[in-house]
């Protein structure tokens, strides 16, 4: 019979938060393997999943205590582990997460040791990870900015403080820096309202590449001086936003080359923060606005070449977070990149720009691929349809993932592969593995698919919501909750209620998401038991078996 063969590794060198590790086989010391993932009922948010390997230790090779071992002082909790089963010529993920620890137990008067790891998915490690309160600050300090003016000062002053250490912004002009509402969520203290404010470096080379961002808005309605720009040897960038006329002009400087990009009146609004990031290396590379790049394309021209200062000017903008990085086009754009993004936002259903829905989002292990507008929590994949995550300044991570999932009608799971997938609320209609049957489990002789000895089919209340109540964060609605009854269903068996939280602003989004809950909820339906599946004969069953993933399609 081939029954498929078993493949445990451990990442014995590397840290929770490495992609893509280097794994150390171990199957030959495992003596049992248990997984679980999934659910209790369609209602319930996806556990953690677990997994527990008991591993012989009868020469203490998985002895954190002992010494002599070949992986003495690897032995660490949240050493990633992954299991995968090969059957036939195709080798199959089963789960991947990271260890709890290595618990050492003797038995047989001490003639026996096993080292059972109890292992839990990126879920789990998700868990125990806070929101850092400033999101805006971390992620730019882990890109290392040479220059990072947070413009974030609570009092009236004169003197703007780069972060980093030697180039000031001070007034060159007008009034002194007056402190403003904060800009986006995910930024901490105020806003620089300002009317000039420079800073000069000094004697400066010019750099390989240039990422420079910032967050703003006009403070007048003046066509030409709204602007903010940074210069260094023979290359400078800047933002010129026409508050009159709805205009917005950029300019890089390369050499003796200049690039501009001009959006034309009426087409831009100058009355909101706009979040701006342009990627450079001897020429555009890329410029986004709220994360979204312009149609208009880049015009060259020549000009003569400019000094070798450094210097930034911010004249008639309310700003906040500016910072700019030296480097090429490619690690040190990536990396900004990334942070960026999170300072953007998508909307879920439309893929566009909505500033009432933020990504705001840094940690370790938490990265945006802008790529596919994806986060990376580290290994992440989603269908398309799901763009924006809004996370709050503090707190725990993993509720405000799960109220995003609910924001969206859709869930949220580690795959097997590890990866955490979002889905959107079509998912189970337009996805192929979850609208089409994927295997057909029967007890009818000659099927090669069984299920075990006993199942149970239940069929009660424990299977439908006929009461949804969505919570939402503003509207009309003083209650700021809207409630979908079906009263056929509610007549009928009684009334089964449900509420769920989310991050949606409007009481018309609220109405849409509750109705779709209660469509699919209201509905009797039966509920299947865990299912114990028999042996089967051939390759090709136990790779339908070992291919299935949550939320794929099933028949009995």
């Not at 309310?318 to 086009?329: D, P, R, T, Y």
């Not at 602003?505 to 779709?516: F, H, K, V, W, Y």
């Amino acid at each position: 019979m081939p029954i498929p063969t078993p493949i445990v590794e451990i990442a014995f060198d590397d840290t929770p938060y490495v992609n893509n590790p280097s794994w150390t086989d171990v199957t030959t010391y495992v003596r049992s393997i248990d997984t679980s993932r999934g659910r209790t009922d369609d209602f319930s948010d996806f556990d953690t999943g677990t997994a527990s390997v008991v591993l012989d230790n009868r020469s203490r090779l998985f002895d954190p205590f002992y010494s002599a071992g070949t992986y003495f002082g690897k032995l660490l909790p949240r050493r990633q582990i992954r299991i995968r089963a090969t059957s036939g010529a195709t080798t199959y993920d089963i789960f991947r997460g990271f260890v709890s620890g290595w618990p050492v137990t003797y038995t047989e008067a001490g003639k026996d040791s096993t080292v059972t790891l109890q292992c839990f998915d990126a879920l789990g490690l998700l868990a125990s990870e806070q929101v850092s309160e400033d999101n805006y600050q971390t992620a730019i300090l882990s890109i290392s900015p040479r220059r990072y003016w947070k413009c974030n000062e609570t009092t009236e002053t004169t003197v703007l403080v780069d972060q980093i250490g030697g180039v000031n912004l001070t007034k060159t002009s007008g009034l002194p820096f007056q402190p403003t509402a904060t800009l986006l969520q995910g930024c901490t203290g105020s806003a620089a309202a300002m009317v000039e404010y420079g800073a000069i470096g000094g004697t400066a080379s010019t750099p390989t590449g240039l990422v420079f961002s910032f967050i703003g808005k006009p403070t007048v309605a003046n066509d030409t001086g709204n602007f903010v720009a940074y210069e260094c040897g023979q290359m400078a960038f800047q933002v010129n936003v026409g508050a009159a006329d709805g205009s917005a002009l950029f300019q890089f400087i390369s050499g003796t080359t200049i690039y501009e990009l001009t959006i034309p009146a009426g087409t831009f609004n100058p009355t909101i923060p706009h979040h701006y990031l342009f990627l450079a290396s001897t020429s555009p590379t890329k410029l986004l606005i709220d994360g979204v790049a312009p149609t208009q394309s880049w015009v060259a021209s020549a000009i003569p070449a400019s000094g070798a200062v450094e210097r930034a000017i911010v004249e008639n903008m309310e700003i906040q977070e500016f910072f700019v990085k030296h480097g090429n086009s490619t690690t040190p754009v990536f990396d900004a990149e990334e942070f960026n993004a999170l300072a953007t936002g998508f909307n879920f259903r439309a893929n566009t720009y909505d500033r009432n829905q933020y990504l705001l989002l840094q940690t370790p292990f938490i990265r945006y691929d802008y790529s596919t507008n994806y986060v990376q929590v580290p290994y992440i994949t989603a269908p398309n349809g799901v763009r924006v995550l809004r996370i709050e300044n503090t707190g725990d991570l993993l509720p405000q993932l799960q109220t995003n999932a609910d924001t969206e009608g859709g869930e949220m799971f580690a795959k097997k592969d590890g990866r955490i997938l979002f889905t959107d609320r079509q998912y189970k209609y337009t996805n192929t593995k979850s609208s089409t049957i994927q295997a057909t489990f029967s007890d009818a002789g000659g099927a090669t698919l069984k299920y075990g000895t006993e199942l149970q089919l239940d069929y009660d209340a424990d299977s439908i919501r006929n009461s949804v109540t969505v919570n939402y964060s503003a509207g009309a609605n003083a209650d700021n909750n809207v409630i979908a009854i079906n009263t056929t269903s509610t007549a009928s068996v009684g009334k089964v209620a449900d509420s769920i939280n989310t991050y949606l602003s409007s009481e018309t989004d609220a109405t849409t998401l509750a109705n779709l809950q209660l469509g699919v909820g209201a509905a009797l339906k039966p509920r299947i038991s865990p299912l114990e599946v028999g042996l089967t004969s051939t390759d090709a069953d136990w790779q339908t078996i070992l291919g299935l993933e949550l939320l794929e399609r099933i028949k009995l």
